[in-house]
């Protein structure tokens, strides 16, 4: 499934975040953007380094002010909540797609 877009409520994005510098914000949404489109995150530092486009060393710094919005692995509960009521949405949509192509079909056949 593609997700060529994803939900992002600035106003709790700017409450969690207030907090961060410019470094740090940028390297977020990198990571919370990977998150989106590959479904998550490796858990390795070298990996998320290239992700956030930083050296290691930059990625050394920024790194203890972002662990905390991740659960182990790197796992991000809130994009795995909308991650799966987007697949939920793209179910419902593709059975009705299915449905409705079923539908017409016979209706033409009569």
């Given at each position: 499934?593609?997700?060529?877009?994803?939900?992002?409520?600035?106003?709790?994005?700017?409450?969690?975040?207030?907090?961060?510098?410019?470094?740090?914000?940028?390297?977020?949404?990198?990571?919370i953007?990977h998150?989106?489109?590959?479904?998550?995150?490796?858990?390795?530092?070298?990996?998320l380094?290239?992700?956030?486009?930083?050296?290691?060393?930059?990625w050394?710094?920024?790194?203890?002010?972002?662990?905390?919005?991740?659960?182990?692995?790197?796992?991000?509960?809130?994009?795995?909540?909308?991650?799966?009521?987007?697949?939920?949405?793209?179910?419902?949509?593709?059975?009705?797609?299915?449905?409705?192509?079923?539908?017409?079909?016979?209706?033409?056949?009569?």
């Amino acid at each position: 499934m593609s997700r060529p877009w994803m939900p992002f409520y600035i106003s709790d994005y700017i409450a969690d975040t207030m907090h961060l510098g410019t470094l740090e914000h940028g390297a977020y949404v990198l990571l919370i953007a990977h998150y989106w489109r590959h479904g998550g995150l490796p858990d390795d530092d070298l990996k998320l380094a290239r992700i956030v486009r930083a050296t290691a060393e930059q990625w050394s710094e920024i790194r203890p002010a972002l662990r905390p919005f991740f659960s182990e692995g790197w796992t991000h509960k809130r994009i795995d909540s909308e991650l799966a009521q987007a697949a939920e949405k793209y179910e419902r949509r593709a059975s009705a797609g299915r449905s409705g192509g079923l539908a017409s079909g016979s209706a033409r056949r009569s």
